[in-house]
């Protein structure tokens, strides 16, 4: 029994000793052992680690990637003048802790202060060299590359590394916005007002094409029969002159009565006649002549 | 007891390994000295209840029960809820990552769990396969609407002009270790690549593609683009799809293309009238041409026939004239004359006497014998004649000619 309360005893007291002795490093951090102050190892691999109880201090700075998102986008001014705001952010990782330490006093604030003065620097540099369309179609990707060679130069002396820095947003401001609206207005009355007139033109073509199309058909028609009349009346007229040139005289004699028989048929058609016609001979007596 | 045997060689046989690893000698001794502690107190119980040298024999602590030692009870039940506080619970779907020192040791699959306590292992439990979602553009609201995030939703297009573009992107994780340890803030990271890539996609497009037959080819170009970006950051996301919710011109401009749109629909409805036109005259130009075509046939056929038929008529009559000229010239006066006189109305005026005017009422004549008959003809008719004719042939000479085509075919013609 003496045994074991001292065993507790002895289990506690050891626990205490660990407690003050040792440390874990998570895989997610690197820790910094100062010995009163002065920097005497840099932990980066996980695991756990002795120090001397009381007089080491150990401080942990983060190890994976971190965000540096500026909260207000920022105006630059592109090679033909213009304003631009531009939203990026930065994406680093510490890789010397103790320089890091040393040179930002191990605060991710001033270290993000640092970072955004060199890309906006650099920012700055590359928007005054290019236009807004270059800036936010072609060379977009090449300046993202320029600026993150750029940025992780001069990070490296404050012992950080830039993964990446990327141009989130490129906007015009609210009143090189407001003339693009314009723009585009105009634009789209154009294409439409092209659309229209586009329209009229097709529908009149086709109209117009079908007319002469029309036309053609009854004219053509028109012709092939005038043509098959002609023949016919050229067939009647030989039919009538091969025939009627048998007798001239006759014929004349003949085609006269038939023609008085038709002009003169209706009561409507009144003669004013003299008695002495040939006609009415016998009418006036019965002599011979 | 036959976990705890096992606890303690994981225990023992990981101290070894972290002692390797990093190489502090001190800290093996020291492990390797609680063991023996340990043992120890196991080894006086043991030999106290029957002298059972085994090591771990889980009749023992109730045999020091029974002895009367209740401090090492209660260490063994101080030592028990410490190592019961090692179970966990990974649900399906999840992974749980243990680490040992705060180093990742062991990925752990669905299903109950145990890991030596704190402060030796820790766990992690993440979820590998359920699908996140990031919205740009816009925030789904908890009662189902949607609000719109101009900042985010407004983007400039290759040829400078401005859309409205918004999209959500679903992904998961790939590796669950990336996605723990490389990068804070993992969702934010998501949402500022999504927004640099479908900038730098839309960027490189023209508006019109972007907004019409474009659509799949931007989402496909943001998601790839959107992988490479969070590949670099080593984030162990995986990205599963970029649609597509809303593209569209801003509002400024909406009405406008609306209106080309329009515009676009009126081109279309022009054409299809003037093609309705043309459909329409088409077919009945071809209607008449065929009518004329029928015509002109039986026109001729016609004109042909009754050329026949007169000229067979004439040639006949022709045959009797040349065998009496004289009588058949004589009857077919006589009958012309009588045929006409029986048919038309007559006066009869002798002026061979009288030297006088003669007063002939012709239109009184007229209007008497023909109430229904032609008014315009009626003033033709109303000659006088004052004069006195003297042959038969000039009576009939005399009378007021009216035109009647010869032919009846002629007057067909002129139709």
Redesign the interface.
Known sequence: MKNVSKLATVIILLLIVLTLSTFTVDQREHAIVFRLGEIVSVKDEPGIYLKAPLVDNVRFFEKRIMTYDPPQPDRFITSEKKNVLVDSYIKWRIIDPSQYYVSVNGDERQAERRLSQTVNDGLRAEFGKRTILEVVSGERSEIMDILKERADRDSRQIGIEIIDVRLRRVDLPQEVSESVYQRMNAERKAVANELRSQGFADSEKIRAEAERERDIIITEAYSDAQKVKGEGDAKASRIYADTFSKNKEFYDFYRSLEAYRKSFSGKEDIMVLDPNSDFFKYLRGPSKK | METMRNILKKLSLRNIL?AN??G?P??DE?FVD?KK?ID??FN?KSGKSGGNGNLNNGKQPVNSNFD??P??TI?LVVFLIWMATGFYIVDQGSRGLV?Q????TEITQPGPRWHIPY?VETVEIVNQEQVRTTEVGYRSSRSGGTSQEL??S?????D???IDLQFAVQYNLKSVQDY??????VE??VR??A??AI??VV??SKMDFVLYEGREEIAIKTKSLMQD?LD???SGINITSVTMQNAQ??E??QA??D??V???Q??????N???A??ND??P???G???R??A???G??????N???G???R??Q??TE??RA?EVT?NR???E??E???S??????????GSNSLLY?P?DK??NQ??SS??QE?QTQ?SNQ?TN?????S???N??T??S?G?FNARER?AR
């Open positions: 972290a690893n990093d502090p001190d800290l020291l609680i502690k120890n107190v006086i009367g030692i401090t090492g260490l680490l020192f705060g180093k990742n402060p900042r985010e407004l983007m400039l297009t290759g400078e002009n401005i723990l340890f490389n990068n804070r803030s934010n990271s500022g690549a927004e640099t900038r730098e960027g490189k970006i670099r950051y080593k011109p801003p400024q401009v406008a293309f209106d080309a329009k515009a676009k009126d081109l279309e409805r022009q054409k009238e003037g093609q036109y043309a005259i088409i009945k130009a071809r008449t041409a065929s004329l075509i015509e002109a046939n026109y001729k056929a016609a004109i042909e009754e050329a026949k007169n000229a067979s004439f040639d009559i022709l004239y040349t000229p010239r077919l006066f006589l012309t004359q045929q006409i006189m048919s038309v109305s007559k006066v009869i005026v002798d002026q061979k002939l012709l004549l007229i014998k023909s008959g032609n003809d008719a004649r006195s004719g003297s042959s038969a000039d009576v009939i005399s009378i000619e009216r009647r010869a013609d």
